[in-house]
């Protein structure tokens, strides 16, 4: 399925869309419990995975999603710091894949979340489709407590769950919530891939895709298509050992939705953002283009300094099967035996890393799920345009480290506008208001003239 995006309707663009009457579609305000949850996770059903569960889940409700909040809103903000020092500079967390996307609905809007709350807060939505999350991943995870005492420990245990996440993915071709570090534009930016697979989604959608591709170089077709198909081989089965780093990986976004219908246009854009992010991000760490000291820096962590983990689990080889740790652990003990330290294990992550898959492709899903039930209501397929997300990533980097400031929406795009909690106190939306209204004067004079003339 190719995703089209259609032209603006020009009817819809002559009119006036922000009105007056506007003003008053606010929403209703629910309540939110900003989420924190730290705990440590037990192991799998398919592959034993320890998991650190220290970072904030930000959520996966299509991030398209108004805000809501319950405080009131505070007086306008003239901090002049750029967003990157107020919100995302040390010791607050680094950007996230959220940070860069949620923008793609609304810049502005974005920013007043900021300068609110300092992040996205979570809605009953967002926390229902947290939930359904929840049990996709424990289709394929489940979770260990680990004890840990230094932030190393902690760290270490995300990269071991990368590692384990690969293991996985080679063994039943799928993983889930695979965590992934890249730095853009000189700043770590974090995500969580929904799910990682050696499965197309639509093998006859990558066939055009290829051929299209050898048909704009210039190739003859079927050499490329020979060529390409290699590296793109469609694989409907679980991974065949000893070949899956031959292979690509394919991504997918899970999005969570309180309808029953799929979102089109606009709403689709921060989804296919993300998930080019995602891919770029991913392919990037793969190859080992990130640097591991950025990283490490970032987060204030030491490197050499050997983990705690096990004496702290109280487990070592010998005593694996005799704690609460079960057997299937393991791969964990080995690797915190062999691998004592951040940097090695990081090491340990990228060897697994090219052991896996040799690329990620072009094609990329977005499946969209009933937020009650879980359900699937439908997928949407992307293709990854690498000038158009590196064109993205500047210009919002542009505005995070305060290059410029946070613009609104366009008035093709007034109807995000009714569903914003900031609508009233935006001075972006009025103005465009004010312009659309002096423009329909404009015509209406214009035309007025045209008649007497007539
Ligand atoms: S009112 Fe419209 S332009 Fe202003 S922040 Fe909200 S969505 Fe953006």
């Known amino acids: 399925m190719t995703m089209v995006w259609t032209p603006r309707c020009p009817s819809m663009l002559a009119q006036p869309c922000f009105t007056v009457s506007e003003l008053s579609l606010l929403p209703q305000r629910t309540p939110l419990l900003p989420q924190t949850y730290t705990s440590i996770s037990r192991c799998a059903a398919s592959r034993t995975r320890i998991t650190a569960l220290s970072r904030n889940r930000l959520s996966k409700e299509s991030s398209s999603a108004p805000t809501t909040h319950e405080q009131p809103l505070s007086p306008p903000d003239l901090d002049t710091r ?11 967390k ?71 996440g690969l293991r996985t993915l080679r063994e039943t071709g799928m993983t889930r919530e695979l965590e992934i570090w890249g730095v853009l534009e000189g700043q770590l930016v974090c995500g969580v891939i929904d799910e990682v697979s050696y499965k197309c989604p639509d093998t006859r959608f990558e066939e055009e895709l290829v051929k299209t591709a050898a048909e704009k170089t210039g190739e003859m077709a079927s050499q490329s298509q020979r060529n390409i198909a290699n590296y793109f081989a469609p694989v409907d089965t679980a991974a065949v050992p000893g070949t899956q780093a ?29 998930l080019m992010l995602y891919k770029k991000m991913l392919q990037s760490l793969a190859q080992n283009d990130v640097d591991a000291d950025v990283v490490f820096a970032r987060y204030s962590l030491n490197p050499l300094q050997p983990f705690t983990i096990t004496e702290v689990a109280g487990m070592d080889s010998s005593q694996a099967d005799e704690t609460d740790f079960p057997s299937e652990t ?38 969209f799920r009933h937020s009650k039930d879980g359900d699937v209501i439908g997928s949407e397929l992307f293709v990854y345009e690498k000038g158009t997300i590196e064109e993205y990533i500047a210009r919002e980097m542009g505005w995070w480290k305060g290059e410029r400031p946070a613009v609104g929406v366009e008035v093709e795009e007034a109807f995000k506008c009714r569903s914003c909690d900031f609508a009233d106190e935006c001075e972006w939306r009025k103005s465009k208001i004010q312009e659309a209204t002096e423009n329909h004067r404009r015509r209406v004079a214009g035309r007025g003239k045209v008649e007497v003339v007539g």
């Open 82 to 92: 750029s967003p990157l020092e107020r919100f995302r500079t040390k010791p607050k």
């Open 330 to 367: 393991p791969g964990f003990v080995a690797d915190m035996e062999t691998h004592t330290n951040l940097s090695a294990l990081w090491s340990l992550m990228i060897s697994e890393f090219a052991e896996t898959f040799t690329g990620v492709s072009d094609v990329l899903r977005a499946e």
């Open 94 to 164: 680094p950007l996230s894949v959220t940070d860069l996307v949620s923008p793609a609905w609304c810049e502005l809007q974005y920013s007043f979340v900021l300068t609110r709350f300092g992040r996205k807060p979570r809605t009953q939505a967002m926390k229902q489709g947290s939930k359904v999350h929840k049990v996709l991943e424990e289709q394929v995870h489940t979770f260990v407590p680990v004890q840990t005492a230094s932030k190393e420990d902690r760290f270490g245990l995300r990269i071991w769950n990368v590692i384990q």
């Open 246 to 274: 031959t292979r690509p990986v394919y991504i997918a976004d899970v999005k969570t939705r309180g309808v029953k219908s799929l979102p089109s246009g606009a709403s689709l854009r921060p989804t296919k953002m993300q």
